[in-house]
């Protein structure tokens, strides 16, 4: 009885501990809050934005790094905290995204002229610390109470000088993980290799 007490105990307390996590906000760094008067909330005229977020305060102390590859060379698009979102203003068609923490991990997008795009962050764990993938939001979520709750569980923020120079410091280990990681993306199924759809837009 008391063994079935104390593994109770832990369970309980392993919940409890999850809940507070989850709930957790990352501290930001090598960005900037954005204020509520210089939000950008829709593209630009004939191009697409696609707001990357990430609402889960799972690892809240590990950032992720979201990049654009062209060519093979990563641009970086923002560093996401927990319970962040940044918006990226992009040229309509076909796009290749990254994000970095110990590994990375790619989503493809194709995308619309005028209209706005979501992507989750999504932590999870490896082998010494979390690592994350990029979640396309289809259109079918758009409009559920569940989307909602992703945004407003987010505080905008945006790239700084700072983001840069962090990027141009620690551009090597950028490229390596791409180069590593993206021959094991392309090796999978392609119905197991995330895309933001055209129709994803709104």
């Not at 289809?138 to 109470?145: K, M, N, V, Y």
Request: with cysteine.
């Amino acid at each position: 009885m008391a063994y079935k007490n104390n593994r109770i105990t832990l369970y309980l307390a392993f919940s409890l501990l999850l809940i507070f996590l989850s709930g957790c906000a990352g501290t930001i760094k090598h960005m900037r809050p954005v204020p509520p008067d210089k939000v950008v909330s829709s593209p630009e005229k004939g191009k697409a934005l696609v707001v990357f977020m990430r609402p889960s305060g799972f690892a809240f102390a590990i950032q992720s790094s979201v990049f654009e590859v062209k060519d093979g060379k990563p641009s970086l698009v923002g560093i996401l905290a927990a319970k962040k979102k940044v918006a990226y203003q992009v040229e309509p068609g076909k796009h290749l995204f990254m994000v970095l923490s110990e590994s990375a991990d790619f989503m493809s997008a194709e995308l619309k002229p005028d209209k706005t795009y979501y992507a989750l962050v999504t932590p999870r764990m490896g082998m010494w610390k979390a690592r994350f993938s990029l979640k396309p939001v289809h259109r079918a979520e758009l409009h559920t109470s569940q989307f909602d709750d992703w945004l407003e569980a987010c505080e905008w923020v945006e790239k700084s000088a700072d983001s840069d120079t962090w990027a141009d410091a620690n551009m090597a280990d950028i490229k390596n993980k791409y180069e590593e990681y993206y021959e094991v993306w392309m090796n999978k199924p392609i119905t197991d290799r995330p895309q933001l759809l055209p129709q994803d837009g709104k």
